[in-house]
């Protein structure tokens, strides 16, 4: 029994290019976090919103991206 239906090669695709751009978004919040703190001896993002940030990147742009494949066809 399948709970899933399996994903096309492209749809393979815009998941990887989603989460690469949700990895990056990961890395620059952390830098610019770490940044501010070793300056100001504060932080400027709570963990929470660099969480949800990258998430919410990664998963808007497999999306954005899906969406303008089935737009396309």
Do not use: C, P
């Not at 290019?17 to 993002?45: E, H, P, V």
């Not at 963990?47 to 949800?52: D, H, K, L, M, N």
């Amino acid at each position: 029994m399948k709970l899933f239906r399996n994903m096309s090669e492209q749809e393979t695709d815009n998941w990887n290019k989603g989460a690469i751009l949700g990895f990056y978004t990961y890395m620059l919040l952390l830098f610019i976090d770490q940044s501010y703190r070793y300056l100001f001896s504060s932080n400027l993002f709570s963990s929470t919103i660099i969480f949800w940030a990258g998430l919410i990147v990664a998963f808007g742009f497999q999306f954005i991206l899906n969406r303008r494949i089935k737009k396309d066809q």
